[in-house]
């Protein structure tokens, strides 16, 4: 059962790490540094990234001076926004002279909102720049967000292209970001299908249309009228959902501002309970519940509410139904298009391996919509759906009622999220990170004539709401 689960649970899993050879290794050599991190990195790009931690902690512990070792966990920590950890990592693997550590130490910098301090680390090590392709692309990014996207551009066009394919990703995505920055669309779509056609990440779209199938069959409305619910008990988790880059962040940064909740980021509880769960045992449920519940208790910090902004979550609503039927669900809708081509331009894990191709994001899409219009009509679990543009476009109307959703007392901090000194730790950290901006809606169109394999892969398939169109 929990395999044919993990099969419902997921896109197509090609390219991905084999998980099972990864803790085979580690069985078979528990005391290998090598084995721990390779499973790390397999956890990781997987998308378990709670367990990632362990197996870097285990890998670290067994081999605490190895540079690449520490330069990998350095990075990992980074992701996950714990800045002090990653900086004490990088600067670790700076000891013995790395310059791909300088890279980190600036990337943390940039975290923390000190950009023009990571331009200036930069600087002094111009030496580096022309032996680390990291060095520049972490200039270049620099660069772009101080306006000055026509040296970011110069910067890379100058530099030695890398033969490692993998490098190669990074740098074209890079390139892509700073042809955009400059005003020169084309240039920049071309370097980012580069990018993406260098990953060779295939989708499967027949086996993820079946797993959406094996979901809703699962939890029909009759199956979930009569399968076990554990105890309302407490109130406290609010579950953000929606595809990738349609204002998830945004959604959990402004609720996170109240002094009533907590945003705790990216959870993979709920999708690893949803795989290990039996949904037919009333204890099953019931310890699947106690476990998620002491797990977001631990992180609440007192607050009377958490948010779990894990995205793809929108696949294990009918779990949460029984697991956690006090949940409140936020569902987060943007203008698919938008989505798209922010997905597209985005160096994303395998785990997201719709995104390189813009036909087989656009059955995913289709698949996502079928999905949320069956938990419309099933699930139990109160529902408020925001869309990003209503939320641009006048914040406090759509802020109060998602306050009012919440059972929150309406505080103005709400509205003032970009103030917070909360880390985020996923690619939207710059941009929660200002005031609400309109740029973002409708950035698609400047691409029109590129994103036509999405629009048509799209075209014909209605959604429940305004965003979910194409326009």
């Known amino acids: 059962m929990a395999n044919d689960k993990a099969a419902v649970q997921n896109p197509s899993q090609s390219a991905l790490p084999d998980l099972q050879s990864l803790t085979a290794a580690v069985k078979a050599q528990p005391e290998s540094s090598t084995a721990w991190w390779r499973l790390a990195e397999g956890l990781e790009r997987r998308g378990y990234l709670e367990k990632v931690f362990l197996a870097y902690a285990r890998a670290f512990e067994l081999d605490p001076n190895s540079t690449p070792l520490q330069l990998s966990m350095g990075q990992f920590l980074l992701n996950r926004g714990e800045l002090d950890d990653a900086e004490r990592m990088f600067r670790m693997a700076a000891a013995s002279g790395s310059i791909e550590s300088i890279t980190g130490i600036g990337a943390v910098m940039e975290r923390r909102g000190d950009v023009d301090g990571a331009i200036a680390l930069v600087d002094r090590f111009d030496e580096g720049l022309e032996h680390s392709m990291s060095l520049r692309l972490l200039k270049a990014r620099m660069l772009i967000r101080k306006k000055r996207a026509d040296e970011a551009v110069s910067i890379l066009k100058a530099s030695k292209i890398p033969t490692d394919p993998n490098a190669q ?215 408020f759906e925001i869309d990003y543009e209503a939320l641009v476009s006048d914040p406090e109307t759509m802020v109060r009622q998602l306050s009012e959703f919440c059972g929150l007392p309406w505080d103005p901090a709400m509205l003032k999220f970009h103030e917070s000194k909360r880390v985020i730790a996923t690619a939207s950290y710059a941009q929660v990170n200002k005031p609400l901006y309109k740029s973002a809606m409708g950035r698609a169109e400047q691409y029109r004539k590129h994103m036509e394999p999405l629009r048509l892969a799209l075209e014909g398939f209605g959604g429940e709401g305004p965003m979910d169109t194409v326009r």
Not at 224 to 239: D, F, K, S
Not at 246 to 261: K, R, Y
Not at 311 to 331: C, E, K, S
């Open 169 to 383: 990703t990074y740098y074209y995505h890079a390139l892509g970001d700073a042809h955009e920055a400059a005003g020169e669309a084309d240039l920049a779509f071309a370097a980012w299908t580069r990018a993406n056609t260098l990953r060779g990440i295939a989708f499967d779209p027949v086996a993820h249309t079946r797993n959406i199938d094996q979901l809703m069959e699962r939890h029909s409305a009759q199956k979930l009228a009569e399968l076990p619910r554990a105890p309302a008990g407490t109130p406290l988790p609010i579950l953000i959902v929606g595809l990738p880059r349609s204002g998830t962040s945004l959604v959990e940064q402004i609720l996170s501002s109240h002094p009533e909740v907590y945003g705790a980021g990216e959870l993979d509880d709920l999708r690893d309970l949803s795989l290990t769960y039996n949904p037919d045992s009333q204890d099953g449920v019931n310890e699947a519940s106690t476990r998620y519940l002491q797990r977001i208790g631990e992180l609440s910090q007192g607050k009377k509410y958490v948010t779990d902004k894990m995205p793809h979550n929108f696949m294990n609503l009918g779990a949460a139904a029984q697991i956690l039927p006090m949940a409140r669900v936020i569902h987060c809708r943007r203008n698919l298009l938008d989505v798209g081509l922010s997905c597209f331009s985005k160096h994303f894990g395998a785990f997201h391996n719709y995104a390189c191709d813009l036909a087989a994001m656009g059955h995913f899409f289709k698949e996502y919509l079928r999905l949320m219009a069956h938990w419309r009509a099933v699930s139990p679990l109160p529902m």
